[in-house]
């Protein structure tokens, strides 16, 4: 059980952190099916076309606007293994509620994980398992942006990442100095332009610089943790539809711990979401037990 709640944390650095996966759709080209680590490394001399940054940019403005919206997440993620994920997330006030599939490389490490972040609380349940007195929900304690017990560092805090927008990433990759357009191509029946390119976790640092401080401070706890995984730069693609949103998006890169390659498949925008907390009587609080035991 305590497997699957690691996986599970690991798994919102995608999420809910990092944009982008392994599922890509039935229909898009070859070049964005290849492998990872190899294309984070490779860059051209060619200069950008002005207007490719210039789409990509569109579509951040865009995403800034964004006050909820529902997508998918598949593919690897370090130490966490394969995970598939659906989602939905309200900005204002921030809610996210996150059903995931994760293939470990034991039993024990597999299996159906449900994710809440509601009213400031974030809780895990982990399918077909049950806790302490047979309820289904854990409450996670919250570490704070970026910090532990203590203030210690906690770049993965458990909170963090599941404040994560899956859209922040994407912004960046206007920075990329081998951007290209791939070309035009089909996602999920929507007709959308291909662009790729590189950005190094400085270029995705130096991005924060216009952001306002609750995104940049929720990133940069994001970027310590890459680079704590030896990460320093990403591939990354991105498909824009014509209405200038983001249909999808893709980043991986070689890591001290496995392969990180994420898709992200962003389903709709600005449609009601509901998301509420389990019920009370079926969530364990570890922090409230350990101050009745302390």
């Known amino acids: 059980m305590k497997n699957m ?66 997508y998918t997440m598949s593919g690897e993620m370090p130490e966490s293994g394969h995970v598939e994920t659906a989602a ?61 017990p203590g203030g210690a560092d906690n770049p993965f805090g458990t909170r963090t990442q599941a404040e994560q927008n899956p859209m922040d990433d994407s912004a960046s990759l206007s920075a990329s100095k081998d951007l290209e357009k791939v070309g035009e191509e089909t996602v999920d029946g929507v007709k959308t332009t291909h662009y790729k390119g590189t950005v190094t976790v400085a270029q995705m640092r130096e991005s924060l610089a216009k952001k306002d401080p609750a995104t940049r401070e929720r990133q940069e706890a994001k970027l310590k943790g890459f680079e704590k995984l030896g990460v320093d730069k990403f ?24 392969p990180l390659d994420l898709t992200i498949k962003f389903l709709d925008y600005n449609k009601p979401v509901e998301i509420k907390a389990p019920p009370a009587g079926d969530v364990v609080d570890p922090m409230a037990e350990a101050k009745k035991d302390s």
């Open 88 to 148: 939905s997330m309200n900005m204002k006030p921030l809610a996210m509620q996150m059903k995931m599939k994760v293939k470990g490389s034991s039993a024990d490490e597999s299996g159906e994980m449900e994710i809440r972040l509601v009213d400031d609380a974030l809780y895990l349940n982990a399918k077909g398992k049950k806790l302490d007195g047979g309820k289904g929900w854990i409450k996670m304690p919250n570490m704070g942006a970026g910090k532990g």
């Open 235 to 258: 591939a990354m693609d991105m498909w824009i539809d014509g209405q200038d949103h983001t249909k999808q998006f893709r980043m991986r890169s070689a890591t001290q711990k496995g």
């Open 5 to 70: 709640h690691r996986k599970a944390a690991g798994a919102l650095l995608a999420g809910a952190l990092l944009c982008g996966t392994a599922a890509c759709s039935s229909d898009s080209s070859d070049t964005d099916k290849k492998n990872d680590s190899k294309a984070a490394g490779k860059s051209t001399q060619k200069p950008v076309d002005a207007s490719f940054a210039a789409a990509v940019e569109r579509a951040a403005k865009k995403n800034e606007k964004i006050t909820s919206l529902r």
